[in-house]
């Protein structure tokens, strides 16, 4: 039986600046058809990372495979037209059409420019394809950024803060974009501050602090990990006479109880089983909550 390699493979990766550390220790690993995001403040070694894995530095110590070859070895570059990189910082010539733009990154990758056409207008921006690039708004040029990315059906996506500019009918078609993506089995790898509007994208969230990885898993993971509290809230379609033991009152018809992760489900089946019950909420901790909890206990 052939094992395949993980698209993206790091293990005790250390990059070293002077005396700094920007990424210390670190491995990490992508499968097919995963999205991962990359949460951590500005110099956490975000975007060191994605530097490593494109082989445009290279670690002290530890290893660093793309698709299988060391990410900064000639056979990793031959690779690189497989990944795709949307960097934080998007520089677009201004005096070339959307058109023309598209056909140079594309030659650059040694692609055919046949799909252009259709990639504009996936990403929304194909009646502004023969405008200069330099009278796109921000939002515009976030998706010819977008496009360029996606040249050539990449097996790596890299993504560098992507929503950067898009307004919210943008964001949603980005996000329609990675689940396709990602539904294709293309490994995406997504750095982010926008944690909120990621927490119904990512397989898996990795969060780092100083250069170091502080947490790694699913959602469901983090939360068990971060043992933050959920809130169970009640509608009654009759005002009760008592208030249950635990819980609150928040108006005339409505319950709120706060608990442990670990009770959530016997104290539904509690609610459940309270009469005049007409709804049930669950409110559980977002990526936001999680991520502060992890950066306020490796500081504790």
Request: proline share 5%.
């Amino acid at each position: 039986m052939t094992v395949t390699a993980p698209p993206i493979d790091l293990r005790r990766v250390t990059k070293r600046y002077g005396a700094l550390a920007a990424v210390d220790d670190v491995s990490l690993f992508l499968e097919p058809g995963e999205c991962v995001i990359l949460a951590g403040h500005n110099g956490a070694g975000k975007s060191t990372l994605i530097k490593l894995i494109l082989g445009l530095i290279r670690a002290e110590s530890g290893t660093v495979r793309v698709l299988g070859d060391l990410a900064a070895s000639p056979a990793a570059a031959r690779a690189r037209r497989l990944i795709g990189y949307l960097p934080e910082t998007v520089a677009l010539h201004p005096s070339l059409t959307g058109a023309e733009t598209l056909a140079f990154y594309a030659r650059l990758k040694g692609l055919s420019t046949q799909g252009n056409a259709a990639l504009l207008s996936r990403v929304g921006i194909a009646e502004a394809a023969k405008r200069r690039v330099g009278g796109y708004s921000k939002g515009m040029r976030q998706r010819l950024a977008l496009a360029q990315a996606l040249l050539g059906k990449p097996r790596i996506l890299l993504l560098d803060e992507p929503t950067t500019g898009l307004d919210p009918a943008s964001r949603l078609l980005f996000y329609d974009i990675v689940r396709e993506l990602r539904d294709a089995g293309t490994a995406i790898l997504l750095s982010t501050h926008a944690l909120a509007e990621l927490e119904g994208q990512a397989d898996r969230v990795i969060v780092m602090q100083k250069g170091r990885k502080i947490a790694d898993g699913s959602l469901s993971d983090l939360r068990q990990d971060a043992g933050l509290p959920v809130r169970i809230r009640l509608t009654l379609a009759l005002e009760p006479i008592e208030v249950p033991d635990g819980w609150r009152r928040i108006s005339a018809h409505r319950l709120e109880l706060t608990c442990p992760a670990a009770e959530k489900l016997q104290r539904l089946r509690d609610a459940q089983a309270l009469p005049h019950i007409s709804d049930i909420e669950l409110e559980q901790p977002g990526l936001d909550e999680m991520y502060a909890h992890f950066l306020r206990r490796e500081d504790a």
